[in-house]
């Protein structure tokens, strides 16, 4: 009988210069301006606005060329194909924290009903739109591949790049100023590759857009 294979699980790295200060800025602005489009979040850690809800070309074209960048990271670093799973901007609330937990799951795949048991959203990668606030760092509690933790300080313009399906990480509470982010979820299953189009329903997510396209 052969044994289950143990995943290779890698150290975070951090992917510099992934967006240039003048196009953060006009993310943020444009975030400001859309915020009708939130979709996801809550009022414990941060609000949303999903990539396959923006109708906007320059920020959909400003968001592929970062996730056509970490999908050539993730290449180099452990030879595997991945696709983008969802991809949200974030505004995180002042006083918004999140427990450490992994991203085995989205709440959307325990929605529609969709859970696989071989999960395959394997690396997430948070892009730092500011820096410009206290508290609010992603850590790392101590675990097998951080035996004594571990605290990223944040770099605008620059992604932390880790295996969220492995490795516990947590987002320590904002004291000052919002936290603004870009979320990507990349999967090994080609299946569960994020719709490619505008979706104008906000009601609609990845995983039911896929539904009511079928």
Same mark, same amino acid.
């Given at each position: ?26 993310? !943020? ?44 990271? !993730? *290449? ?49 990668? !948070? ?46 509470? !904002? *004291? *000052? ?14 299946? *569960? ?22």
């Amino acid at each position: 009988m052969s044994e289950n294979k143990q995943p290779n699980v890698y150290q975070h790295t951090m992917v510099e210069n992934l967006l240039s200060e003048e196009r953060r800025k006009g993310l !943020i602005q444009w975030y400001q301006q859309h915020r009708h489009l939130e979709s996801v979040g809550s009022e414990k850690d941060y609000v949303g606005i999903r990539y396959i809800h923006i109708d906007n070309r320059a920020i959909r074209e400003d968001i592929q060329r970062m996730y056509f960048t970490l999908i050539g990271e !993730i *290449r180099k670093i452990s030879d595997q194909v991945v696709w983008p799973e969802m991809i949200s901007i974030a505004r995180w609330h002042l006083g918004g924290i999140q427990a450490p937990h992994l991203d085995t799951y989205s709440n959307d795949e325990f929605r529609e009903n969709n859970v696989d048991e071989n999960p395959s959203r394997e690396w997430t990668c !948070i892009l730092y739109l500011n820096d410009d606030y206290s508290g609010g760092e992603t850590y790392f509690p101590p675990c097998e591949q951080y035996p004594f933790g571990g605290q990223i300080e944040p770099k605008a313009g620059s992604g932390l790049l880790f295996q969220g399906i492995y490795i516990p990480h947590g987002v320590f509470k !904002i *004291r *000052r100023n919002y936290r603004y982010t870009v979320a990507f979820w990349f999967t090994t299953n080609q299946e *569960r590759m994020m719709p490619d189009g505008v979706v104008k329903n906000l009601e609609l997510n990845e995983i039911s857009t896929k539904i009511a396209d079928a």
